[in-house]
């Protein structure tokens, strides 16, 4: 099958930091395996290369049309940024690997930091704080001190929740001690990204970036995902499918 103009200079395009505006049926995933591919055909190693998507559905996909080919990463960022707190756990205070709490069971948890630190308050705004790194400062506030509870008993118990395992892995990267050093990054669905996200790429430092989105079809506001996309694309070379 042959690429459409559009598609072949996505592909090929020698910038370090590239993004793709798509739409729906511009053949997107399409555009990454041929991507990846090409940038192998050039000399690229494969274990250099990281894809980031936003469902592990969507790696598997894509990883299969790559034919056998293992990349150094192929997964969500959660996936990865979890794989390198796992390798490292004793730099964040773990005395072990961690496992993950379900979101019924970090609520559960949640709701005992609250209670033995006396938060009253909204569990959702104890979420929001808990979920970012708390710098230790000569008073905290009732909140922060709740929050900071609610993450200590998650190292106690060797335990990550969906929230944390982002904010620690944006430590591990800017410790210098992330385990994984990569050349390009290829990422899917930016449009979903939240502003953490951003954080977590930009302090990864790879040289080449490669970011697909459609501003039309963010779905996961509710997560916080940002106008990051929008930015990138008035930034640098930017590709429209």
């Known amino acids: 099958m042959n690429l459409s103009h559009e598609q072949h200079a996505a592909v090929h395009a020698t910038e370090k930091h590239v993004v793709v505006a798509s739409v729906a049926g511009s053949g997107k995933s399409r555009v990454i395996v041929e991507r990846i ?60 690997q961690p496992s993950v709490l379900s979101e019924e069971a970090a609520e559960k948890l949640m709701e005992e930091a609250a209670k033995e630190s006396r938060w009253t308050g909204s569990l959702e705004e104890l979420r929001k704080v808990a979920s970012r790194t708390i710098r230790k400062k000569s008073a905290l506030s009732k909140i922060e001190v709740a929050a ?13 929740d969906f929230d944390s395992v982002l904010r620690l892995g944006l430590e591990l990267v800017y410790s210098e001690k992330f385990p994984f050093r990569f050349e390009h990054l290829v ?48 930034e640098g070379r930017k590709c429209d499918l």
Request: glycine letters at 8%; proline letters at 2%.
């Open 37 to 96: 591919k090409w940038l192998i055909s050039q000399g690229v190693p494969a274990q250099k290369i990281c894809m980031v998507t936003f469902t592990v559905a969507g790696a598997m996909e894509i990883q299969k049309r790559l034919e056998g080919v293992k990349l150094g990463f192929a997964g969500t960022l959660h996936g990865m940024l979890l794989k390198a707190i796992r390798h490292s756990p004793h730099l964040l205070g773990y005395s072990a």
């Open 148 to 160: 900071v509870h609610y993450q200590q008993k998650l190292v106690d118990e060797n335990l990550v």
């Open 187 to 234: 990422c899917d669905e930016m449009q979903d990204s939240a502003a953490i996200d951003f954080e977590i790429y930009d302090a990864m430092a790879v040289e080449n970036t490669f970011f697909c989105g459609d501003a039309r079809q963010r779905i996961f506001s509710f997560r916080g995902s940002s106008e990051g996309f929008e930015k990138m694309c008035s």
